[in-house]
Every structure is written in C-alpha cells, then in structure tokens.
C-alpha cells in the first residue's frame, strides 16, 4: 500500500494522484505501518514545506519514530530544526539516536551538522567519527540499506563530509 502510495505521489509508472496517495498512507498509518506515518510526517515539496503544520507532522513523525523507523527521527531533527533555534537541542537528539541506532542516513546528517555547525560548534573529530562510521556500517556484513543509505554514502564522499573528496567512491554509491 505504501509503494502504490509513492508511486502515485510521484507518477512513478502510473498517473499522478497525490489525493489518492495521501488516503492510501493515511490508511496505512491506521493500520501502524511506520514508513507511512514517515510518508505523512516528511514534506513531500518546497510548496508544500512553506505550509507545513509542524505539531500535526511531527506527531506523525514521531509515531514512526517510536517504532523504530530511523527516517523518521532524521525528519523529526529537520523539523525542530525548521523551528529554529530553540529546538537544536531536540535536533540533534533525534540525529543521534538515528545514528546509534545505525541509520546510515542519520550518521551522515550527523556528520554534516559537526562539519557544518548547524547544532552546535563545528568539531572535525566527530564528523570525522560519524562519517567513517557511516562507511562502515554500509560497507558491512548483512546490512539492508534503504535508498536513503546509498544517497548518505555518496553525498560523504563528493562533499568531503568528514573524509577527504573521493568523486569515484560518491559516483559508485
């Protein structure tokens, strides 16, 4: 239900029809699926972000969130983020229990928020950590990666996210 879902929020194979979406993931979400409370709880569009009620997203976020779905924390610290700065705290606890929780995806954000500054003072060592952690997670044994992962991996490499550029590694991910 939830790939049909995306599917017809972005005309994936079939006709756009992002109402009828939307009724499919809020279906889904009754029913506990997490990843269509993540659908729910995410901006789908800029548009859509310039509107976005944050207490009835994050709600859903953080249903997802509490069942396990890492995506879900990586979108709650984008919205306490988007709440600005009384809630980089809340930010970067969501990030972090992403990351600990091995979300190859929320090392990296992790990572470009210790390179950046975006939550706190810049510090080379952890994005360093964080980075490397992320390759290595991904690169290990039995791990099934989410789309997410792949794009965590590459972006590392082509922007240098606490790892020296590699435009062949960012490519190959």
């Known amino acids: 239900m939830t790939v049909l879902a995306w599917r017809l929020y972005n005309a994936v194979g079939v006709n756009v029809d992002r109402d009828r979406a939307l009724k499919l993931w809020e279906q889904a979400a009754q029913k506990g699926n997490r990843r269509a409370m993540t659908r729910l709880g995410m901006p789908r569009s800029h548009e859509e972000l310039a509107t976005w009620e944050y207490s009835i997203q994050q709600d859903h976020l953080k249903q997802a969130s509490s069942k396990g779905d890492t995506l879900a924390l990586i ?14 705290s809340s930010a970067l606890a969501s990030w972090t229990t992403a990351a600990t929780q091995n979300s190859v995806l929320g ?39 989410e789309i997410e992962d792949y794009y965590a991996v590459g972006f590392i490499y082509a922007n240098a996210v606490g790892v020296a550029p590699n435009p062949s590694k960012a490519y190959a991910w």
Do not use: F, R
Not at 80 to 87: I, P, R, V
Not at 113 to 120: A, F, I, P, R
């Open 75 to 88: 979108g709650l610290g984008w919205s306490y983020l988007g709440q600005g700065a009384k809630n980089k």
């Open 107 to 145: 090392m990296m954000v992790l990572s470009l928020s210790y390179k950046e500054g975006m939550l706190t003072d810049t510090d080379p060592a952890k994005s360093e950590y964080w980075a490397e952690h992320a390759i290595a997670v991904a690169n290990g044994p039995k791990v099934v990666l």
